[in-house]
């Protein structure tokens, strides 16, 4: 399947990704890149679920996270389903007076003026079991199609948030789709350039992956290693909490992991429910304890400042 | 008297807690000027997504002054005591009166308190009421610690027509009242002054001029109407759904009806199905023809004034994502279909049906017994059937479908045994077996699906149980009262005579528990207890309590178990003491009862039911006992034959007791008559309380 289809100038994929960046930074976010770690979600990034607590009264930032699902995964043949997607996120603490325009006007930067359009907020409260998260916030329709998801942080890591950071979620593939006009996935306009110049299209760039990794999560995987993995990520976590001086962000990094690690097993059909209840209740145990050392750490390491500065 | 407008805006209320927080805010603001003594006229709420407001005409400008006159110490009182009332009183030494009573010379406090103005009461008042705002769910935002629903950023106060100032503490800021609104989103930029308003209607129309309907119920009939004229043109008919009505009202500010079609290849899909997708998630309105078949078209309800190319632009977008659920549908329906609903079965096995109870495919396996055990009892019902169906209710659980839409459980189990060439009786026994889930839902159709559904129900009951898993409070988590309505209704309305003592140590056995837990059945006679005593007259007339109580009787006794003999015993005991003879003899029956108890109450024993003729004195002894002896009372009245039978031989009994108490004197000063009469009273009580628990009958 060879790209047929050019979008109009700045609403191809990239040129959407590339734009919500530019806009964010302009509202003072930091611009960091995708975390090098397989996660489920761009709340996982560190930026997000560490930074959304703790000392740290000021905290802007925005990356794009590419994010795995094993169990979503189609083999390439769902036109709107895919284990690897790529979530835009904004993560704002405090969250502005002005929450709202602000996040509207990030869908005019990218093609989507809100004055054309027919856009709700239409209550969805959210929740993330594994990392003992929630708030409440809405789901974002434009025209009928969730464009993105909007939340005001209460709790991280069963700590609250305080102050309360505002996490924008915007799923780039839906909205990109939305943008261009396009019911297939894989005929999305990566590049803006027609193929007879070099041109792709997603399924140019991602459809073997999508093929590959679905037969892996769901076929292939060695279960067995999984479940070593999952163990060994938990210890080391463990571990890394344990010391005298316990290192937050390492031990996070192993709570990602077995988080992954924990998807892949569902993926592979080798967790009972009853077991997915005591897997998600660890996964979520390793975030507190991560999030409490994180303030912890946070604390410690602002008092060696002051000493320091003193 | 002065109007009042407290309106309070803040980022989008959830849809389905507007409604309820006008009316709160309403009752709060009303009810706090009724504690300070301030008399105010009628009040008017209003609530869009952003908007909540209350209008209270004819408010009080000031609280009256009081004069109180208070009594202190004698005068001749310790300084210590005279120095504590002065200090109560906040007043000097020489305020305060003496004054000469019966008791002697005493002090007296003349305390002035004036009025303060509405004006200052207000702002306080208003602080405490936004601060205990009683939401389902609050947030805080920001850096503050204030809680609303989502982000408050307004609060507007205006009393006779002016801004009142005053401040909202928000924990870390504060937010200052202000006067001016604000219009539609999108369509009205500008803020909207409320000064000078004058009325509520006033108000109304100046928000309708920034494209808010801020009255919800007009709100709610421009979508309606909307809706209809649109459908209207198109020969078909709005498919009306009040629930979701109710909840477009919430979600827009400025309702826009636009018609919208569905591709004609989707049509094939059930009608369930294409209902899950349309209206559960798109909040788009269904249409249907004369015969309430669903049509190829639907209604969204746009927020955005009429604008031709725009309205092109939302009803393809609309469209669009609208196709895409479909596709996804009819992806599930061409696939879920590919193999018999038998193959899904061993995959039930993963899905823990609870902790301690097994797993789905254990309860199948249940239900396919325990349906083919109570098959016997439902007219006309194929007990095969009923059992194939129970072992299969269940499968569709692991279809992509009801993965999807997990409300088509059940439904798609139906279409994919149909799909696979089940007999009907098994396909719709399938499809029925959740039902009734709410007062509002009809019984399963067939017999089949009778028993099938009160195996799945019954089976719900005996494991949650079983297992410690009662429902407390008004903690009900596995829905077990419901389920118990479930079991009674599907007996009354089916008229199906089921002990359920055997049924329910059938399950438990099914269980491999020991016995049934002990409660069960008491929790079921006590739903049987409320819904008598609460029902409705489309289903029979409401019975009083202690009619019902009476007719419920013991729950040990034999029949108590049976649910349609003890709702015919409650409707017969009803129309019984409905009638003369009825009324009257529970009023023998009070004397007898009240003499036994108090004699058997001196004699620390009861007295057993015989006498002895030869010891009769006076004919109204020989008249009561011969009648009764001619009575023909079955020992147990266990049928509503033996209930109607026993109903009439009682009423006969009125007569030959009224005699008796008129001319018949208990207490004999021979206490073998005495003992002798007791006896026959005794006769009168046992016959009586075989037919109904008259103990339980109140005054």
């Known amino acids: ?310 | 008297m002065a109007d009042l407008l407290i309106e309070l805006i803040c980022e989008e209320i959830p849809a389905r807690m507007q409604m309820r927080a006008a009316q709160d805010l309403e009752k709060l603001v009303s009810g706090a000027l009724n504690d300070a003594g301030l008399p105010h006229g009628s009040a008017r709420h209003f609530v869009a997504p952003r908007h909540l407001a209350v209008y209270i005409d004819d408010v009080a400008d000031r609280q009256e002054d009081v004069s109180e006159e208070r009594r202190g110490p004698r005068a001749d009182a310790p300084e210590q005591a005279i120095a504590g009332f002065l200090k109560s009183t906040g007043l000097a030494r020489d305020a305060l009166l003496e004054q000469d009573t019966p008791k002697g010379r005493f002090l007296f406090a003349r305390i002035e308190r004036k009025g303060s103005a509405t004006t200052a009461l207000l702002p306080d008042m208003i602080t405490r009421i936004l601060s205990d705002f009683p939401w389902p769910k609050s947030q805080r935002w920001g850096a503050t610690r204030f809680r609303w629903v989502r982000p408050l950023h307004r609060v507007n106060v205006l009393f006779d027509g002016a801004a009142l100032p005053g401040e909202l503490d928000m924990g870390g800021g504060a937010l200052a009242f202000s006067a001016t609104s604000c219009g539609h989103y999108f369509e009205h930029g500008d803020d909207i002054s409320l000064a000078g308003v004058a009325s509520a209607d006033d108000y109304v129309g100046r928000l309708r001029d920034g494209y808010v309907m801020v009255d919800r119920a007009e709100r709610r009939a421009a979508i309606v109407d909307g809706a209809s004229a649109l459908v209207d043109g198109q020969g078909a008919k709005l498919r009306v759904n009040e629930g979701l009505i109710d909840e477009i009202t919430g979600l827009v500010e400025w309702p826009h009806a636009l018609f919208g079609r569905i591709e004609d290849g989707f049509m094939s899909l059930p009608d369930e199905v294409l209902e899950a997708s349309i209206r559960v998630h798109q909040k788009y309105l269904t249409t249907e023809d004369e015969d309430g078949r669903l049509t190829p078209g639907f209604v969204v309800v746009s927020n955005r004034l009429a604008d031709a190319a725009r309205d092109d632009v939302i009803l393809a977008g609309n469209q669009r994502v609208l196709r895409a659920r479909l596709a996804d549908a009819e992806f599930f329906w061409q696939e879920d279909r590919q193999a018999p609903l038998a193959e899904a079965l061993p995959r039930l096995a993963d899905i823990v049906f609870y902790e301690g109870l097994g797993s789905v495919h254990d309860k199948a396996a249940r239900l396919a017994q325990l349906a083919a055990h109570i098959a016997p009892a439902i007219a006309g019902c194929d007990g095969a059937a009923a059992g194939e169906a129970a072992r299969l209710a269940k499968a569709d659980l692991v279809s992509g479908m009801v993965g999807e839409f997990p409300e088509l459980q059940g439904i798609m189990g139906g279409y994919y045994a149909e799909a696979g060439g089940a007999p009907a009786a098994v396909a719709s026994a399938i499809r029925d077996h959740y039902r009734p889930q709410g007062p509002a839902d009809g019984l399963p159709a067939t017999p089949e699906g009778l028993a099938v559904s009160l195996a799945d129900k019954i089976d719900s009951l005996v494991g949650f149980f079983g297992v410690g898993a009662k429902p407390t409070g008004s903690k009900d988590p596995f829905a077990l009262r419901r389920a118990a309505l479930g079991v009674i209704r599907i007996i009354l309305e089916s008229q199906t005579r089921l002990p359920l003592r055997p049924v329910l140590a059938a399950s438990a056995a099914a269980y491999g528990f020991a016995a049934v837990d002990d409660d069960l059945l008491a929790f079921i006679r006590e739903r049987l207890r409320v819904s008598l005593r609460d029902r409705d007259a489309g289903s029979g007339s409401s019975i009083a309590h202690d009619v019902v109580a009476a007719a419920l009787g013991d729950g040990m006794a034999e029949g108590s178990d049976d649910i349609l003999f003890l709702a015919e015993r409650a409707d017969a005991l009803a129309a019984f003491l409905g009638s003369d003879d009825g009324a009257g003899l529970v009023a023998g029956w009070r004397r007898a009862a009240s003499i036994l108890e108090a004699e058997e109450g001196k004699a620390k024993q009861s007295f057993a039911p015989a006498t002895d003729p030869a010891l009769f004195a006076l004919p109204a002894e020989t008249g009561l006992y011969e009648h009764l002896d001619s009575l023909s009372f079955s020992a147990k009245v266990l049928s509503r034959d033996e209930l109607l039978s026993g109903m009439q031989a009682l009423g006969t009994l009125r007569g030959p007791i009224d005699v008796f108490f008129d001319s018949v004197v208990v207490n004999d000063d021979d206490d073998k008559v005495r003992l002798n009469r007791l006896g026959l009273l005794a006769m009168v009580r046992d016959a009586m309380t075989r037919v109904a628990d008259f103990t339980k009958l109140e005054g």
């Not at chain 1, 996270?65 to 995964?73: A, E, K, N, V, Y």
């Not at chain 1, 789901?139 to 009928?144: S, T």
């Not at chain 1, 996490?167 to 909205?175: A, D, K, M, P």
């Not at chain 1, 660890?282 to 409490?292: K, Q």
Request: aromatic share 12%.
């Open chain 1, 1 to 310: 399947m060879a790209k047929t289809f050019i979008t109009r100038p700045g609403t191809d994929f990239q040129s959407i990704l590339l734009n919500l960046q530019a806009y964010w930074a302009k509202q003072g976010a930091v611009i960091l890149q995708p975390y090098d770690m397989e996660v489920g979600a761009g709340t996982f990034h560190p930026a997000t679920t560490l930074r959304a607590l703790g000392p740290d009264h000021h905290w802007r930032a925005a990356y794009v996270q590419p994010s795995r699902r094993p169990t979503d995964g189609r083999f390439g043949e769902n036109p709107n389903r895919l284990q690897h997607f790529y979530q835009f996120q904004t993560i704002f603490k405090p969250s502005p007076p002005d929450s709202q325009a602000l996040y509207l006007g990030s869908l005019g930067a990218i093609g989507l003026d809100p004055d054309a359009h027919d856009i709700r907020f239409v209550e969805d409260d959210w929740e993330s079991p594994t990392l003992g998260a929630w708030g409440l916030g809405w789901e974002v329709w434009c025209d009928g199609m969730e464009v993105s998801q909007f939340t005001y942080f209460q709790q991280v890591g069963g700590l609250e948030c305080d102050p309360v950071p505002l996490e924008l979620t915007y799923g780039l593939e839906r909205l990109a789709m939305f943008i261009q006009g396009v019911d297939n996935v894989y005929d999305l306009d990566w590049d803006g350039v027609p193929a007879d110049q070099g041109g792709k299209c997603y399924h140019d760039i991602f459809h073997r992956a999508e093929v590959e990794f679905s037969s892996w999560n769901f076929n292939h995987a060695d279960t067995d290693m999984l479940l070593q993995h999952f163990r060994d990520a938990e210890d080391e976590c463990g571990r890394l909490l344990a010391l005298a001086r316990p290192l937050a962000l390492p031990a996070y990094d192993q709570c990602m992991k077995a988080s992954h690690l924990f998807n892949l097993l569902d993926a592979r059909g080798v967790i009972s429910v009853t077991e997915r209840a005591a897997y998600i209740g660890r996964v979520r145990t390793l975030a507190r304890r991560c999030c409490e050392a994180w303030i912890g750490a946070a604390a410690t390491a602002a008092e060696g400042e002051g000493a320091a500065h003193g």
